[in-house]
């Protein structure tokens, strides 16, 4: 497996992925985007943004890269970067199929990106990534499966994708929703041939939404990689938007509150990679303290007392405006 690799590389930071979601495209979810971004999110600035933050991430031992075919040209983005970094040889890079990015680089689009779980949607997404990607495209997830995706249950599709893992690939999948954990469990219940299709899994995991944690240490006692996404919630846990818990927790700590945040998904024994979804330098450079960031046992029972109700935790989350 390609993760592998991670336990040869010693820095700290090896188990801090970088995500391109916020970057690769100019309108997202995330709070704060003007203020990162500012004005100009031409294909050309954020190619660049995108680039920097790939030099500097490498450089302060991360290894792992999380692009997807609905990240405007987050592939496009990662594939430059590696053309023109061969010695980045000891890197994972992953990617994801199963929506399509239909905002046409524009922030105002009425729908941002649609839902596509069928068969001809992976072979046509397969293709475009290969273009990219080549064979620098380790694992490749089906994006964002919920309990009722065709993606569980398409005989057709799981051969299809047994295929690409016989040849090398690493077949994953990443959830999204208030019901995580039974698509969690549903997944690792999918065969082929006798054998499990799934080798990782990508879900969200949080102060604030905590309800996978359990089928996640399920999922990584059955020898699945284990990468959480949206460590910060989309930045709700981020500076001034922090809560006031986790903003006295990161005083003591004389941190900030986006490296509590990460440090405290780090500290779960079945997490095997969490994401940095970083739009500037200074939110990367950040985000790396939380390798070194030690919690006793009063913060993090204080930080604990965050947790949401699911269903609640996503619905606000479906409001957040694209920016």
């Not at 698509?183 to 054998?195: F, H, P, Q």
Request: glycine content about 8%; hydrophobic content about 40%.
């Amino acid at each position: 497996m390609p993760f592998a690799r991670l336990a040869t590389v010693t820095t700290p930071t090896c188990h801090i992925g970088l995500g391109l979601a916020a970057i690769g495209r100019p309108g997202y979810i995330n709070l704060g985007r003007t203020e990162d971004l500012g004005e100009d999110r031409s294909v050309e600035a954020l190619r660049t943004r995108t680039h920097e933050l790939l030099d500097a991430a490498y450089a302060q031992g991360v290894r792992y890269f999380d692009a997807a075919r609905s990240y405007g040209r987050s592939e496009e983005f990662l594939a430059g970067w590696l053309k023109a970094r061969p010695d980045a040889d000891d890197i994972v890079v992953g990617s994801k199929w199963g929506y399509t990015y239909t905002a046409d680089w524009t922030t105002d689009a009425e729908q941002h990106e649609v839902k596509d779980h069928t068969l001809a949607t992976y072979e046509r997404q397969r293709a475009e990534s290969a273009e990219l990607l080549g064979d620098r495209l380790d694992l490749y997830q089906i994006h964002s499966v919920t309990p009722d995706s065709p993606a569980l249950t398409d005989k057709e599709l799981h051969a299809k994708l047994a295929e690409a893992a016989a040849q090398g690939t690493t077949v994953g999948f990443s959830t999204s929703g208030p019901a995580q954990a039974d698509a969690i469990r549903a997944a690792l219940a999918v065969t082929v041939d006798g054998e499990p299709l799934f080798r990782t899994v990508q879900s969200t995991y949080n102060a604030l939404e905590t309800s996978a944690g359990p089928a996640l240490a399920e999922a990584h006692d059955a020898g699945l990689t284990v990468i959480v996404k949206e460590a910060m919630a989309n930045g709700r846990l981020a500076g001034a938007h922090a809560p006031d818990a986790l903003q006295a927790v990161a005083a003591e700590a004389s941190l900030g509150c986006d490296a509590v945040a990460l440090a405290l998904v780090l500290r779960r024994p079945w997490a095997g990679v969490v994401l940095s979804g970083a739009a500037t330098l200074g939110q990367l450079a950040s985000n790396l303290h939380a390798a070194v960031v030690d919690l006793d046992d009063d913060q993090l029972d204080r930080l604990a007392a965050l947790a949401e109700d699911p269903e609640a935790y996503w619905e606000r989350r479906s409001r957040l405006p694209w920016h």
